[in-house]
């Protein structure tokens, strides 16, 4: 699961003396959000895809609309999800330690990675439940659920405050009523459920749970 492992090279690193319109073409060529740019040979920023549109000129014209985020080629692809998110971007620039542009990874590389596991894959219900912050146990809530013979997939927070914790987890659908009221003995509060059967259904589990994942 390192980034070295999914890295594309077929996207270009532009120079600021290069032609906005010349870098505009290759991002319409290719559908991502950002172009690269790199300054003495070692990479220097992003530029979002609006900012190609604003007039002609060279890139330099832009510098001032340069956003600084990148991932080194030995972090784990989990290190890569915020950039996405924080910067609205599907696409993520790779460097090494020297700052060099080694080439890209993708939203969707990433997407395609995780859909491999069975929190994504299986087919299953989905639970929100909610606890005290101070009572917070991802083993009970595992054992709430395995208990039931049921199997428990995975789960992460999706809300905290001091008072109160949120989880979203994924179990298979084996004696689900037996599971809500396991939970309501124990006093958690399910928050939210979504039971699914259908292998249809299967892609909007994945993308709900990786959306969730790209706003931790």
């Not at 300054?39 to 609309?65: M, N, P, R, T, V």
């Amino acid at each position: 699961m390192f980034i070295k492992d999914y890295i594309s090279k077929d996207f270009p690193c532009f120079s600021l003396t290069d032609s906005i319109e010349s870098a505009r073409n290759t991002l319409e060529d290719f559908g991502y959000s950002h172009i690269f740019i790199k300054k003495s040979h070692h990479f220097y920023g992003a530029i979002a895809e609006d900012f190609l549109y604003e007039g002609d000129g060279i890139l330099k014209d832009l510098e001032h609309q340069i956003e600084r985020f990148a991932i080194l080629e030995d972090n784990n692809i989990m290190d890569s999800i915020r950039l996405f998110y924080t910067f609205s971007s599907n696409v993520v620039p790779v460097i090494n330690k020297n700052e060099k542009y080694l080439g890209y990874i993708t939203c969707e590389d990433i997407f395609q990675n995780f859909s491999r596991y069975p929190l994504f894959s299986e087919t299953g219900a989905i639970l929100t439940v909610e606890i005290p912050a101070r009572r917070y146990s991802m083993t009970e809530i595992a054992n709430i659920v395995e208990s039931n013979n049921s199997k428990f997939y995975g789960g992460f927070i999706t809300s905290m405050s001091d008072e109160m914790i949120q989880i979203t987890i994924k179990i298979s659908n084996e004696n689900l009523s037996s599971i809500d009221a396991t939970f309501d003995r124990y006093d958690y509060r399910i928050v939210q459920k979504y039971y699914s059967d259908e292998k249809s259904d299967l892609f909007n589990d994945r993308f709900g749970f990786f959306q969730k994942f790209i706003e931790i």
